[in-house]
């Protein structure tokens, strides 16, 4: 992956909606991930750091090191961090495949929100994989954009999500390898392999979803690729607006939003 | 709904698919439904027993009441609860619609698979309510067919699937009633109204899971309207062998099956 190939952009926009993502998701993905006082943690792709604040306060006596292709991210991850009173955490900018850590450097990796934007996320596990100590594991989480259906249905909207899935593709990514975890991991050669899908379910009794998640998460993210699907012809502006208002539509006093993302654990 | 157009058949290969659904599901849809000794429990719709007797036997003291619009189903039913020992239901053949009950005859009403396949579950549920004492609930149960997705993915297997979902609509039901189950009891006057997705996640790690859901619930199911998917010219011959072969396919070493079911719990 190059930096430039984020299919999510890099804007102040993205940067609050993945804060917002993380705060909403938090305990959903996040609560069963504790690690050991004095065990080194590698966490790989930090990007800006949303994911890295909630790792750290959840094992604030485990020593972290935070890396991303992108020296732009890892020093606003950095700029976070600090701002957050974290000081478990160590920065570094480094590619994900020639990593400068000797084999066995870690007891855990951790990775979330990366593997969707890697062409080839076997050979990522691999590599990662001879980064940890025998007995060590890895946490890997992951959406899957397959997974998002709603009422009311529509065919504007599923068009919508699509373009985002294709364009993904396109950059070299996988927006639905949420589903893939189990195979990918096994390959990989970790033992152990256990997923475990966390559902984001959002009706109107739930309004805090709908706002955090169905809204400010899932929508803004497809709304964030409109330009470029309408540019290379994937729908019309109107099919488009219409898509994205369906969307909205299923925030409504009836409406219902699901989605789903993975999270596995394999051992070394 | 007319006893006829009960999508699925009524064939004994139907009755045993159902049976093996009921074992391998009971606890993820039915651990949190106790109802307490004494109280009156409606089943509406109960089929040929499959949930009654997991019903039955996790409220022994209560005293059920489970009807059906098809007699065959009710005698069917009757004998498996006989055949399973339990005491605290009575069954009934009687329309849902026109129920021979006066209003608030029961503290609680139980329906589970039934609502998918009724042309306006919206009448149902209110029909229902009439017959709940002010303080009791209804709990609702159905799949949505639009939950599936799996690894590896495939047209043919999706198309299979959207064959059963069309059918279905043809006959008057709704295979993606899950997702509406919170908008539908609220229309329909209850309150507090509560969903819980329960989603199947399936990998070869979890074989019980593979053989009971993927293979023999699913998977089964969808193949049960070949003949009628093939004499409608929806799918080829061909084509629709090879959906179903795909749908296998997601049984091996490296294929996952994902799907959910969503309960609803409302009080009136």
């Known amino acids: 992956m190059t930096a430039n190939s984020y299919v999510h952009g890099y804007s102040a926009g993205e940067a609050k909606r993945l804060g917002d993502q993380a705060r909403t998701l938090t305990d959903l993905l996040h609560h069963d991930t504790r690690y050991p006082a004095g065990c080194r943690v590698l966490e790989a792709g930090c990007g800006t750091g949303a994911q890295t604040v909630i790792l750290a306060k959840n094992s604030p006596n485990a020593e972290i090191v935070s890396i991303d292709i992108s020296p732009e991210s890892v020093r606003r991850a950095e700029e976070r961090a600090k701002a957050e009173g974290i000081k478990n955490v160590k920065f570094q900018a480094a590619d994900l495949f020639s990593l400068p850590f000797a084999p066995g450097s870690f007891d855990h990796v951790f990775?979330?929100?990366?593997?969707?934007?890697?062409?080839?996320?076997?050979?990522?596990?691999?590599?990662?994989?001879?980064?940890?100590?025998?007995?060590?594991?890895?946490?890997?989480i992951e959406g899957d954009h397959g997974s998002a259906y709603f009422h009311p249905d529509s065919t504007a909207a599923r068009r919508a999500i699509r373009c985002l899935v294709d364009l993904q593709k396109e950059a070299g990514g996988n927006a639905l390898i949420g589903r893939e975890l189990y195979p990918l991991l096994v390959s990989a050669g970790f033992s152990a392999v256990q997923v475990s899908p966390r559902m984001v379910y959002v009706d109107a009794s739930r309004p805090a979803l709908v706002e955090g998640f169905t809204k400010q998460t899932f929508t803004a993210m497809v709304a964030g690729v409109r330009d470029e699907a309408i540019k290379k012809g994937m729908m019309t502006p109107a099919e488009w607006e219409r898509g994205i208002e369906d969307l909205y539509r299923t925030c409504g006093p009836d409406g219902v939003f699901c989605y789903t993302f993975f999270k596995a654990v394999g051992t070394v």
């Open 111 to 140: 990775v979330c929100f990366v593997l969707e934007h890697l062409p080839d996320p076997g050979r990522a596990l691999c590599t990662l994989r001879t980064l940890v100590k025998p007995g060590g594991t890895i946490t890997v």
